[in-house]
């Protein structure tokens, strides 16, 4: 029974072991990940203007608030604007308000924006204010993909 006890301690003593290098090297790899994320992603642009080949001038220049939902709008505003910077309810709230959204005041914003963090996972708090997450930036690409967005910017919509 002791050769059998014996192998038991050694296997899991390795297997502890092992655990204890992939934590490590899994820590690592979140460093590097990390790192390459603040590097990446403010110059990574996945914008509907860039797709198309487009001016890189950004596509927030094309869009008119007003058109568009009070979500879209943050959406759109963060991803062309922000720099990957945190921003405040209320500049996001004047943005869009001076971009011609008539469904957008600080207070509607603010629960717009507490709905894409809670259940959305589209955004995330940060120090001063807000910036969108992966699933954001995913999801405004998908947006500006879309037939209904390309309907909503177009010159002849409205004009």
């Given at each position: ?85 945190p921003m405040k309810t209320a500049d996001i709230a004047d943005a869009l308000i001076k971009g011609g959204s008539k469904s957008a005041n600080r207070a ?43 309907e909503k910017i177009s010159p002849s919509n409205g004009q």
């Amino acid at each position: 029974m002791t050769t059998s006890a014996n192998h038991y301690d050694e296997t899991l003593q390795d297997l502890e072991r092992r655990y204890t290098e992939c934590q490590a090297q899994l820590a690592d790899l979140e460093q590097a990940i990390t790192a390459l994320k603040k590097i990446c992603t403010p110059k990574t642009d996945l914008s509907y203007a860039a797709m198309l080949g487009m001016d890189p001038a950004p596509i927030s220049a094309l869009i008119q608030y007003g058109e568009i939902s009070v979500r879209w709008g943050i959406l759109g505003f963060l991803f062309e604007k922000s720099n990957g910077e945190p921003m405040k309810t209320a500049d996001i709230a004047d943005a869009l308000i001076k971009g011609g959204s008539k469904s957008a005041n600080r207070a509607n914003v603010s629960a717009v924006i507490s709905d894409m963090v809670k259940n959305r996972l589209e955004l995330e708090s940060k120090d001063d204010g807000y910036t969108l997450t992966e699933k954001g930036r995913v999801i405004w690409n998908a947006i500006t993909h879309s037939s209904k967005f390309r309907e909503k910017i177009s010159p002849s919509n409205g004009q």
